[in-house]
């Protein structure tokens, strides 16, 4: 199979967040497998050659949907003219929590210190709630990667992979240091760091590769409300932002506003779903926000220029008054500006207070001749011409076109 479908494959899977890695037999680490749950948190030898025995009896043509005693599911399939299977998993087809957890708990007989480390283990994984949709979802995909030939689709229970759960005589190896060792707590680290220096230098597909990564970890949870543990982590995550927007010289006015925005959607969520979706849009959000207000390039009158325009926008912002600002030549200001930005001095000024309208035209209920009054628009009628000639629509249309959309189902620029 040529490297462009795999590509296709892991893209197609990533995007909807399912962790899916190419295994090559013979294989000799398998601890990826589970994201950990047997070797880091029970402390359970994976022996390399049942694993590498058990993969190797799947056929092409052939598409094994898999559950094992932990109720955690695998998609499992070898692709045409490929050697190399793909594995799709663990998600989950219910939620193991409450009640539910405690009674699985108590039929695997684990031992009592792995209780908390498996809830936790729980909590990362990703729930489905839809298993047919999921299936068919895998299904359409594979038909697409095997073009007309006939795919048979197997359910079976993973057995093979659990002997330890048949041996009466069984006994854990359990670790003596946390489950969640130092080399795991740096790899977070690093996935964290990763983020950070993409988003100072606008790289959307590298910061939302490595948020992927940190997705398809099991992270601890420090808080028995699993909804505020998620609402947490996005405060977190938004802070983490907000300096690496600044130190890729973004105004702080910028980033203060938006950072706003971020706090009252992140309390408005109401499910985990929704916490990774506003988590893969704020860093969208920085990202733009570098890309759009990055000054570091520009020259120190240009610097200045910008900053005061966005932060002073019901201001006089001619040329004659920001060049006398500036204590410097108009014509040299207007020709400078225009070099750097690519774009007039005058035309940006409109742009960045229509901008700054449709904001406040999506996020307040607040009067449309106040939006232009706050805009810098002293005529309303002038400023509905202008804003239909840079956005297409009305002010009015434009709300009503946003009013019921959601910060978490878009990027917000």
Known sequence: MEQGVYDFIKELFTV???????????????????LGLRTRILGINLHADAFNAWLGKL??????????????????????????YAVIGPVLFEEINGSRFDILFQKLALPEQTREPLRNHYFGLRHLS?????????????SFIWDKIHIQVVHQAADELDPWYRDSCFHFQLAKQSVFDTK???????????????????????????LAKISGMVLPRRLANELRDDKNLCIALDAMLRKAAETAGVHPSHIEEYSNRNIQEIERITTSKQSRLLSRNMILGYCQLVNKFNLKNYSLPVRKTVSYINTELTADLSLKSLSGRLNINANYLSTLFTKELGISLTEYVTRCRIEHAKHLLISSDMPIKKISEQCGFSDIYYFTRVFKRVASVTPKAYREQGASSKLWDRPPF
Do not use: M
Not at 63 to 84: A, G, M, N, V, W
Not at 130 to 142: G, R
Not at 188 to 207: M, P, R, W
């Open 16 to 34: 909807n967040e399912f962790p899916i890695h190419f295994v090559k037999l013979p294989c000799q680490d398998w601890d990826w497998f589970d």
């Open 59 to 84: 056929p092409s043509s052939v598409i094994y949907h898999q559950t094992d005693i932990f109720r955690c599911s695998y998609t499992i399939f070898l692709p045409p003219d490929s050697d190399q």
């Open 130 to 142: 839809d298993q047919a949709l999921y299936e068919n979802f895998i299904l359409s995909s594979a």
């Open 184 to 210: 795991y707590v740096e790899d977070q680290y690093e996935l964290e760091n990763t983020i950070f220096e993409a988003v100072t230098y606008g790289n959307e597909k590298q910061a939302l590769a490595a």
